[in-house]
């Protein structure tokens, strides 16, 4: 099907929410799960990137040293060919200079099964990331389901567990509470089991500790998630991955699925990536050491568009 075809299926909309819910699932676009198989993922562009403190994290890398734009931009580079690699279609943000953590895609928008939302982001500087975000999907023609208004709300704080079934992280800093609200009552409404996650918000997003990894397969990292979080992973059948709490710090955790038992995951995720060559996936392990020193990982540079069934 080409972009075209898309468009003309999924006729771009801004009001898209059935508000009593039911919403009809895209046929074009969309997903059920995070471990499904990528065909399509938006990125952003780092050709305009700034290290910004965005995070507690970024901040002390401001501090102590500073990314180095050129390298970062090159190990971007690296993280596309890896896509490539693996025949996921790219679509891009357009990069502008007034939006220097655009790179960060996840944050600025989910895409859900019956269409993308638009976040609100807390730091006044990527606030404009929503608005272009808005015109990417209309471009794309994806339908917009809905956009966050009653507090913020970033991307990464989405976290699809399994088929119908959310996490939703909120660390007051980033993610408000009021916004978590808002968002888990759209989905409530649609018949998923949505649960909140209250973390410290040193921690940024909920996907910087928690990403599923394949069906019933799920890293975290213990030393720093609840374990009322765990115990629930457990209760529906995951398998924990246990990723080392200084491999989480340097975004060990905040790798990318692609389904069918292949991943991109950081070089410096030594413990995931051994435990996960010796299940049998495929790993593309990318070095992203420079450019995560700007306040993300894989994970946060990602907006699946589009997975399928194995």
Not at 87 to 95: D, T
Request: proline share 5%; hydrophobic share 40%.
């Amino acid at each position: 099907m080409t972009v075209h075809d898309r468009i003309v299926a999924e006729p771009f909309s801004l009001q898209r929410r059935n508000p009593a819910g039911g919403t009809k699932p895209l046929t074009a676009w969309g997903f059920a799960n995070e471990t499904d198989v990528l065909t399509d993922v938006l990125l952003g562009s780092p050709n305009f990137l700034r290290h910004l403190s965005t995070s507690s994290l970024s901040r002390k890398h401001l501090r102590e040293a500073p990314c180095n734009v050129q390298i970062a931009q090159a190990q971007h580079k690296d993280l596309v060919a890896a896509y490539e690699h693996f025949g996921v279609n790219i679509h891009w943000h357009e990069p502008t200079p007034e939006l220097p953590m655009q790179v960060y895609s996840r944050d600025s928008s989910v895409m859900t099964p019956y269409g993308a939302f638009i976040t609100a982001m807390a730091n006044w500087w990527r606030r404009g990331e929503n608005y272009a975000a808005i015109r990417t999907y209309e471009k794309l023609g994806i339908p917009i389901y809905d956009m966050v208004t009653a507090g913020t709300f970033e991307g990464g704080d989405f976290n699809v567990i399994e088929d119908g079934v959310v996490l939703i992280g909120c660390g007051g800093a980033r993610t408000q509470e009021e916004g978590a609200r808002q968002v888990q009552a759209w989905f409530d409404r649609e018949g998923w089991e949505t649960r909140i996650a209250f973390i410290d918000e040193y921690y940024v997003h909920i996907d910087l500790m928690v990403v599923p990894i394949a069906e019933k397969l799920t890293a975290v990292c213990l030393a720093c998630t609840e374990p009322g979080i765990v115990d629930w992973l457990k209760g529906k059948g995951h398998e924990i991955i246990d990723v080392p709490f200084q491999d989480t710090m340097a975004l060990g955790c905040n790798f990318m699925s692609l389904g069918k038992d292949r991943v991109i995951a950081p070089t410096s995720s030594q413990t995931l990536i051994g435990q996960l060559k010796a299940r049998g996936f495929e790993v593309a392990a990318v070095d992203m050491s420079e450019i995560s020193k700007t306040g993300g990982g894989i994970h946060c540079m990602a907006q699946a568009l589009k997975r399928e069934p194995a």
